[in-house]
């Protein structure tokens, strides 16, 4: 198997200090009991019921089921951190590395919307808050092939992620009420959303919809 990582880094106007979202948001989940690590994705058929996603979403983040994707939110001082995980087939429609022109131009395109935080995520104005930084990473796999059939099976086992860090700096955190998902509208290919808001002393839970995209704070 060969894997392919991309990644990008997309800086806003504003220089903003070193900081790891990704550790932040680990570290609140780990202390709530989630078992977030850095272990792969575990697969789950794309067709699981109701019941079966609720016990996924129990176990690590990052669950690969295609149609769904995860969103963990944070508020550290004064910045709003989102980590976003996602199958690349609810991106970009396959998990291979591209192969053709126009398979490449749909893995720039979807890295460059992933990049855009400020347009995927409408927070409310009153908080004053600007996206400072943007990293992106998408891993295609390779197909691992079973030789007795046709390669071009789609049951092939085989799967891939995008994982992006956003962080937002706020003027009034204090102000910041709710974040409104346009991440249906730019990918449509997306059914639901997992999204999990990680406070100081506790954490909460909720199910976006095309239909339903508000987060509370």
């Known amino acids: 198997m060969s894997t392919t990582a991309f990644s990008v880094s997309t800086p806003a106007s504003t220089p903003s200090p070193t900081f790891a979202p990704r550790g932040v948001l680990a570290t609140a989940l780990i202390g709530f009991g989630l078992g977030l690590a850095c272990a792969a994705p575990a697969w789950a058929h794309p067709h699981a019921s109701a019941d079966d996603d609720d016990s996924q979403v129990r ?18 001082d004064d910045r709003l951190l989102i980590e976003l995980d996602s199958p690349t087939m609810n991106l970009f429609g396959f998990e291979h590395p591209p192969r053709t022109d126009a398979q490449r131009a749909a893995v720039e395109d979807a890295r460059a919307l992933l990049g855009d935080g400020a347009k995927l995520f409408r927070i ?80 909460t839970g909720l199910m976006l919809t095309p239909d339903k995209i508000r987060i509370d704070l």
């Open 59 to 76: 176990r690590a983040h990052g669950v690969h089921i295609h149609g769904k994707s995860t969103l963990n939110l944070a508020l550290e």
């Open 124 to 203: 409310n104005p009153e908080a004053g808050c600007d996206l400072t930084s943007a990293q992106v990473r998408l891993t295609l796999e390779e197909p691992k092939h079973d030789h007795d059939h046709d390669h071009d099976h789609d049951h092939d086992d085989h799967h891939a992620d995008a994982h992006v860090d956003y962080s937002f700096e706020c003027a009034d955190p204090e102000r910041l009420t709710h974040v409104d998902v346009i991440f249906f509208d730019v990918f449509p290919m997306t059914e639901r959303l997992r999204a999990q808001v990680i406070g100081t002393t506790d954490q």
